[in-house]
């Protein structure tokens, strides 16, 4: 094996590893949202439409697409926190 073979492989499986983590990392997120919204909205079905319903709070996308970052997970917490005081309906 040469040694831009080797780099070639090495690039791959980094670039796979980052994917896999971007996905678990998503699934950590969505976890924690599912549960903060749990607590306010009381079913998982509720939960769900809510996760992928447009929001206007949201710039018009739904939580569920703000689930890829740690930013976007504390928006969506932020707005359940709003949503459980009556800040927001």
């Known amino acids: 094996m040469t ?3 080797l780099t070639a492989d090495i690039s791959i499986i980094k670039s796979q590893l ?17 549960i ?11 939960v769900q439409n809510w996760l ?6 949201l710039d018009g996308v739904t939580p569920a697409e703000l689930l890829t970052s740690a930013i ?3 928006r969506v917490i932020d707005l359940v926190n709003a949503i459980r005081h ?4």
Do not use: W
């Open 72 to 74: 976007g997970l504390e």
């Open 86 to 89: 009556g800040v927001y309906m």
């Open 3 to 5: 040694e831009a073979t």
């Open 18 to 34: 980052e994917t896999e983590i971007v996905k678990y990392q998503s699934e950590i997120y969505l976890r924690q949202a599912k």
């Open 36 to 46: 903060h919204a749990l607590n306010v909205f009381g079913n998982n079905d509720t």
């Open 52 to 57: 992928t319903a447009k929001n206007p709070a």
